[in-house]
T-cell receptor, first 112, second 116 residues
Framework: GQNIDQPTEMTATEGAIVQINCTYQTSGFNGLFWYQQHAGEAPTFLSYNVLDGLEEKGRFSSFLSRSKGYSYLLLKELQMKDSASYLCAVRPLSGGYNKLIFGAGTRLAVHP | DTGVSQDPRHKITKRGQNVTFRCDPISEHNRLYWYRQTLGQGPEFLTYFQNEAQLEKSRLLSDRFSAERPKGSFSTLEIQRTEQGDSAMYLC??????????????FGPGTRLTVL
């Protein structure tokens, strides 16, 4: 089966750092994605990990440990506009990149 | 704007009616995906096209649902005899025709369906 777990909600202060965790169990693994989704809008791509380690992109970083089935998204220097849902998605091994399996998302609220 | 577009953005219908949604992918993206998203959940995969061929369908796609991509460009998703449980956001995504595993899916703004 496939299972992806993320915290439902998180709150943080403007200017701070927040870490959003994601654990997964899938039938094969072929990459992990993080997407940002503002209310009522489409998900937008943030990051991709397929090998263990940290990928950094400006204020956002994503980490992967395949042996632990674990990833996190790190957001630094938080801004009010970072208030959104953050979706963790895994690409299963089967099917040749045909789909993504999403978690339910983590709603992040950034307050002044 | 050269992103993924979807039409309509909102659709309200009565139970039992048929509805059809359209998705126009990013040009030169030969891979197209349909997802469904309900409130508080992540998108759930429905179906996948490579060019005009429908290569994968989820078990979520009951026989009331049909998707087409006749010329390998735009796609349509039809729901027949709609039920209240079909109320959701229907998202379309496209992906480049290259084989790089880093190629990601780009999502459209979605069609929000409300079945009364």
């Amino acid at each position: 089966g496939q299972n992806i777990d993320q915290p439902t909600e998180m709150t943080a202060t403007e200017g701070a750092i927040v870490q959003i965790n994601c654990t997964y169990q899938t039938s094969g693994f072929n990459g992990l994605f993080w997407y940002q989704q503002h209310a009522g809008e489409a998900p937008t791509f943030l990051s991709y990990n397929v090998l263990d380690g940290l990928e950094e992109k400006g204020r956002f970083s994503s980490f992967l440990s395949r042996s632990k089935g674990y990833s996190y998204l790190l957001l630094k220097e938080l801004q009010m506009k970072d208030s959104a849902s953050y979706l963790c998605a895994v690409r299963p091994l089967s099917g040749g990149y045909n789909k993504l399996i999403f978690g339910a998302g983590t709603r992040l609220a950034v307050h002044p | 704007d050269t992103g993924v577009s979807q039409d309509p953005r909102h659709k309200i219908t009565k139970r039992g009616q048929n509805v059809t949604f359209r998705c126009d992918p990013i040009s030169e993206h030969n891979r197209l995906y349909w997802y469904r998203q309900t409130l508080g959940q992540g998108p759930e995969f429905l179906t996948y096209f490579q060019n005009e061929a429908q290569l994968e369908k989820s078990r979520l796609l009951s026989d009331r649902f049909s998707a087409e991509r006749p010329k390998g460009s735009f796609s349509t998703l039809e729901i027949q005899r709609t039920e209240q449980g079909d109320s959701a956001m229907y998202l379309c995504a496209s992906r480049h025709k290259g084989l790089a595993e880093t190629d990601t899916q780009y999502f459209g703004p979605g069609t929000r369906l409300t079945v009364l």
